[in-house]
């Protein structure tokens, strides 16, 4: 069957065979490795084989038996994430070739095919202001295709809609197994930090994936412009001027001061421009994590 340039799907495999190339030729287990430490569970001694992380081994067991025994991991056997997409109006922003929302969606999708290329369960919950819809975790190459495929044929909220979502964080708190990936993918406006965000941070591995405009680095520059808000639904003339970008400059610190907040530990956060090739600053944040190890 010949699917539609433009269909969910055929877009997922156009993404799958560069996924699968950075997985075999380029990144070769930082991803996996990468997960490895906090929180991580020890699951038993098994016999050192060529090949294994020689940082594993269990030296006591060694000495005591007389041959190489190294130490495995309950992520070893299997990788549970979970991605949290967080829909906003603001996310269809974009000053380029494509909104946030596009570029977000797409990075989204290439962390659901690495975990289905490395053969780990992957399940979302997409969050609107409009409700929200879970997929449990699977596992296997049909169904987390499936399961992205459903995510990226989710609806956008309409422009001028309020903002705000209900995140049912209790419900988040049991949706997958101890020690899992959580992974949110959002906007991240300033704001406060959600009460039940501490907890969850103790539950699971947490980080947080943001894609940026490049106006929000820096206002175009030159003359008054006029540009799409689609938070509020309506255009709305910039001038450039001095007190416009001074309010934009403390808009961006107390945003960074929320977003640092959420996510303190430098490697746990991942910002993309929308200008950014997506695949590649997921490999480098893999290998930074890798290498912090």
Known sequence: MTLPPSSPLARLRQLEWRVRH????????????????RGMEFDQVVKYEFGDDVRDIDWNVTARLGEPYRKKYVEEREITLLLLFEDTPTLRFGSGAHSKREALLELASLVMLL???????????????EGCLYR???????QIL???????????????????????????????????????????PPGKTPESWPMLRRRYQAMGFRVDDPWEKRLSPGEMFAAYDPAAGR?????????????QAEWRQRREASWQDLFPERLSRLVVGADENRLEALVRFFRARMGAL
């Open 136 to 142: 449990r975790p699977v596992h296997g190459r049909g």
């Open 235 to 247: 255009l709305v003339t910039l001038e450039g001027s001095p007190a416009e970008r001074a309010a």
């Open 22 to 37: 950075a997985v075999e030729n380029v990144l070769s287990g930082e991803y996996r490795s990468s997960f490895r430490g």
């Open 146 to 188: 499936h399961a992205a495929a459903t995510l990226l044929s989710r609806p956008p909220p309409p422009v001028g809609a309020t903002s705000g979502t209900d995140i049912p964080w209790k419900f988040l708190s049991r949706a997958a197994p101890k020690h899992s990936i959580l992974l949110w993918l959002g906007d991240f």
């Open 115 to 129: 975990g289905a290329v490395n053969r780990d369960r992957v399940g979302f919950m997409h969050v609107s202001p």
